[in-house]
């Protein structure tokens, strides 16, 4: 039976247990809440991976550079609670923002490098914030795997890259990005869509995706980025923030197609920012 905790204190004595019984391989599923299939998805793959899984949910603060998207990112914990339970998670982990930075906290993670473009760009501390809060549910659950969905394909590289220069004992495992019938990734602020941006929302993942087979047959590849921005635009995109193509592993751009690659957009339509991303 699923088991809510809120204290530090209560999870390292229920994991200390765990492994002093001998299922020693734990995963961890952090999260923001307001869950959906993609993160189920990283549920089920951690089920598979695992002797026992913890989901976290906490709206971190320090990731978020805008005060009003915090305020208006969904919660739902209760029905969180109830879906988590359903896929047979051990612990859900759901702590308040003092029991995360209690007073006095003043300790920041910052990843050089692969977090300088697009979104560390444009959402200035983001992944500070994000890599920091990520770094403490790892020691506080004391996992061995973290699961994550490669729809924040920068995010992933960033932990990545934190993990390994930081030599923490924990694997971290990409996920694939799970999408709608329509092909918009699953995201939770996708409910904010209104109807008509919801039915244009989809144009995001089908322009990406004539984009990259663009490039894969040869097409200029700044020519081909011009054309993807052009043609969100005419989707009913208000605004794009970017369509890059870029190294998969460090993000830095590039102009020929002669290593791994990914595809990756951030636009606004219907006053929701949604991005996405796909391999080249």
């Known amino acids: 039976m699923m088991q809510i905790l809120r204290t530090v204190a209560e999870l390292r004595t229920r994991v200390r247990g765990w492994k002093e019984d001998g299922r020693q391989v734990v995963g961890l599923v952090p999260t923001m809440g307001a869950l959906h ?9 951690a089920k598979r991976g ?16 805008n005060e009003d998207d915090l305020k208006k990112y969904p ?59 990520v770094a403490k549910l790892m020691g506080m659950t004391q996992a061995n795997r973290a699961y994550f969905g490669q729809k924040d394909w920068q995010q992933l590289q960033v932990v990545k890259r934190m993990v390994a220069d930081l030599n923490l004992a924990v694997e971290v495992v990409g996920c694939d990005t ?51 921005r052009e043609e969100l635009r005419l989707a009913g995109f208000t605004e794009v923030e970017y369509l890059d193509l870029r190294d998969a592993a460090m993000l830095d751009p590039i102009t020929r197609l002669d290593q791994p690659a990914r595809l990756l957009a951030a636009a606004w339509i219907g006053g929701v920012r949604l991005i996405d991303n796909i391999a080249v």
């Open 37 to 45: 299939e993609g993160h189920l998805s990283l549920v089920r793959a």
């Open 50 to 65: 695992c002797d026992r899984v913890i989901v976290s949910i906490f709206v971190n603060p320090t990731q978020f550079n």
């Open 75 to 133: 919660r739902s914990e209760d029905a969180d609670a109830a879906l988590l339970a359903a896929e047979g998670v051990d612990i859900l982990f759901a702590p308040s923002v003092t029991e995360v930075y209690p007073p006095g906290f003043a300790s920041l993670i910052t990843v050089s490098g692969v977090s300088a473009p697009m979104e560390g760009e444009r959402r200035p501390g983001h992944f500070e914030g994000m890599a920091t809060v």
């Open 178 to 228: 799970i999408r709608e019938a329509d092909g918009l990734a699953m995201s939770s602020r996708n409910v904010r869509l209104d109807a008509l941006s919801r039915a244009q929302a989809s144009g995001l993942a089908r322009v990406m995706g004539k984009t990259a087979a663009a490039i894969r047959t040869g097409t200029d590849i700044a020519a081909a980025l011009d054309q993807g």
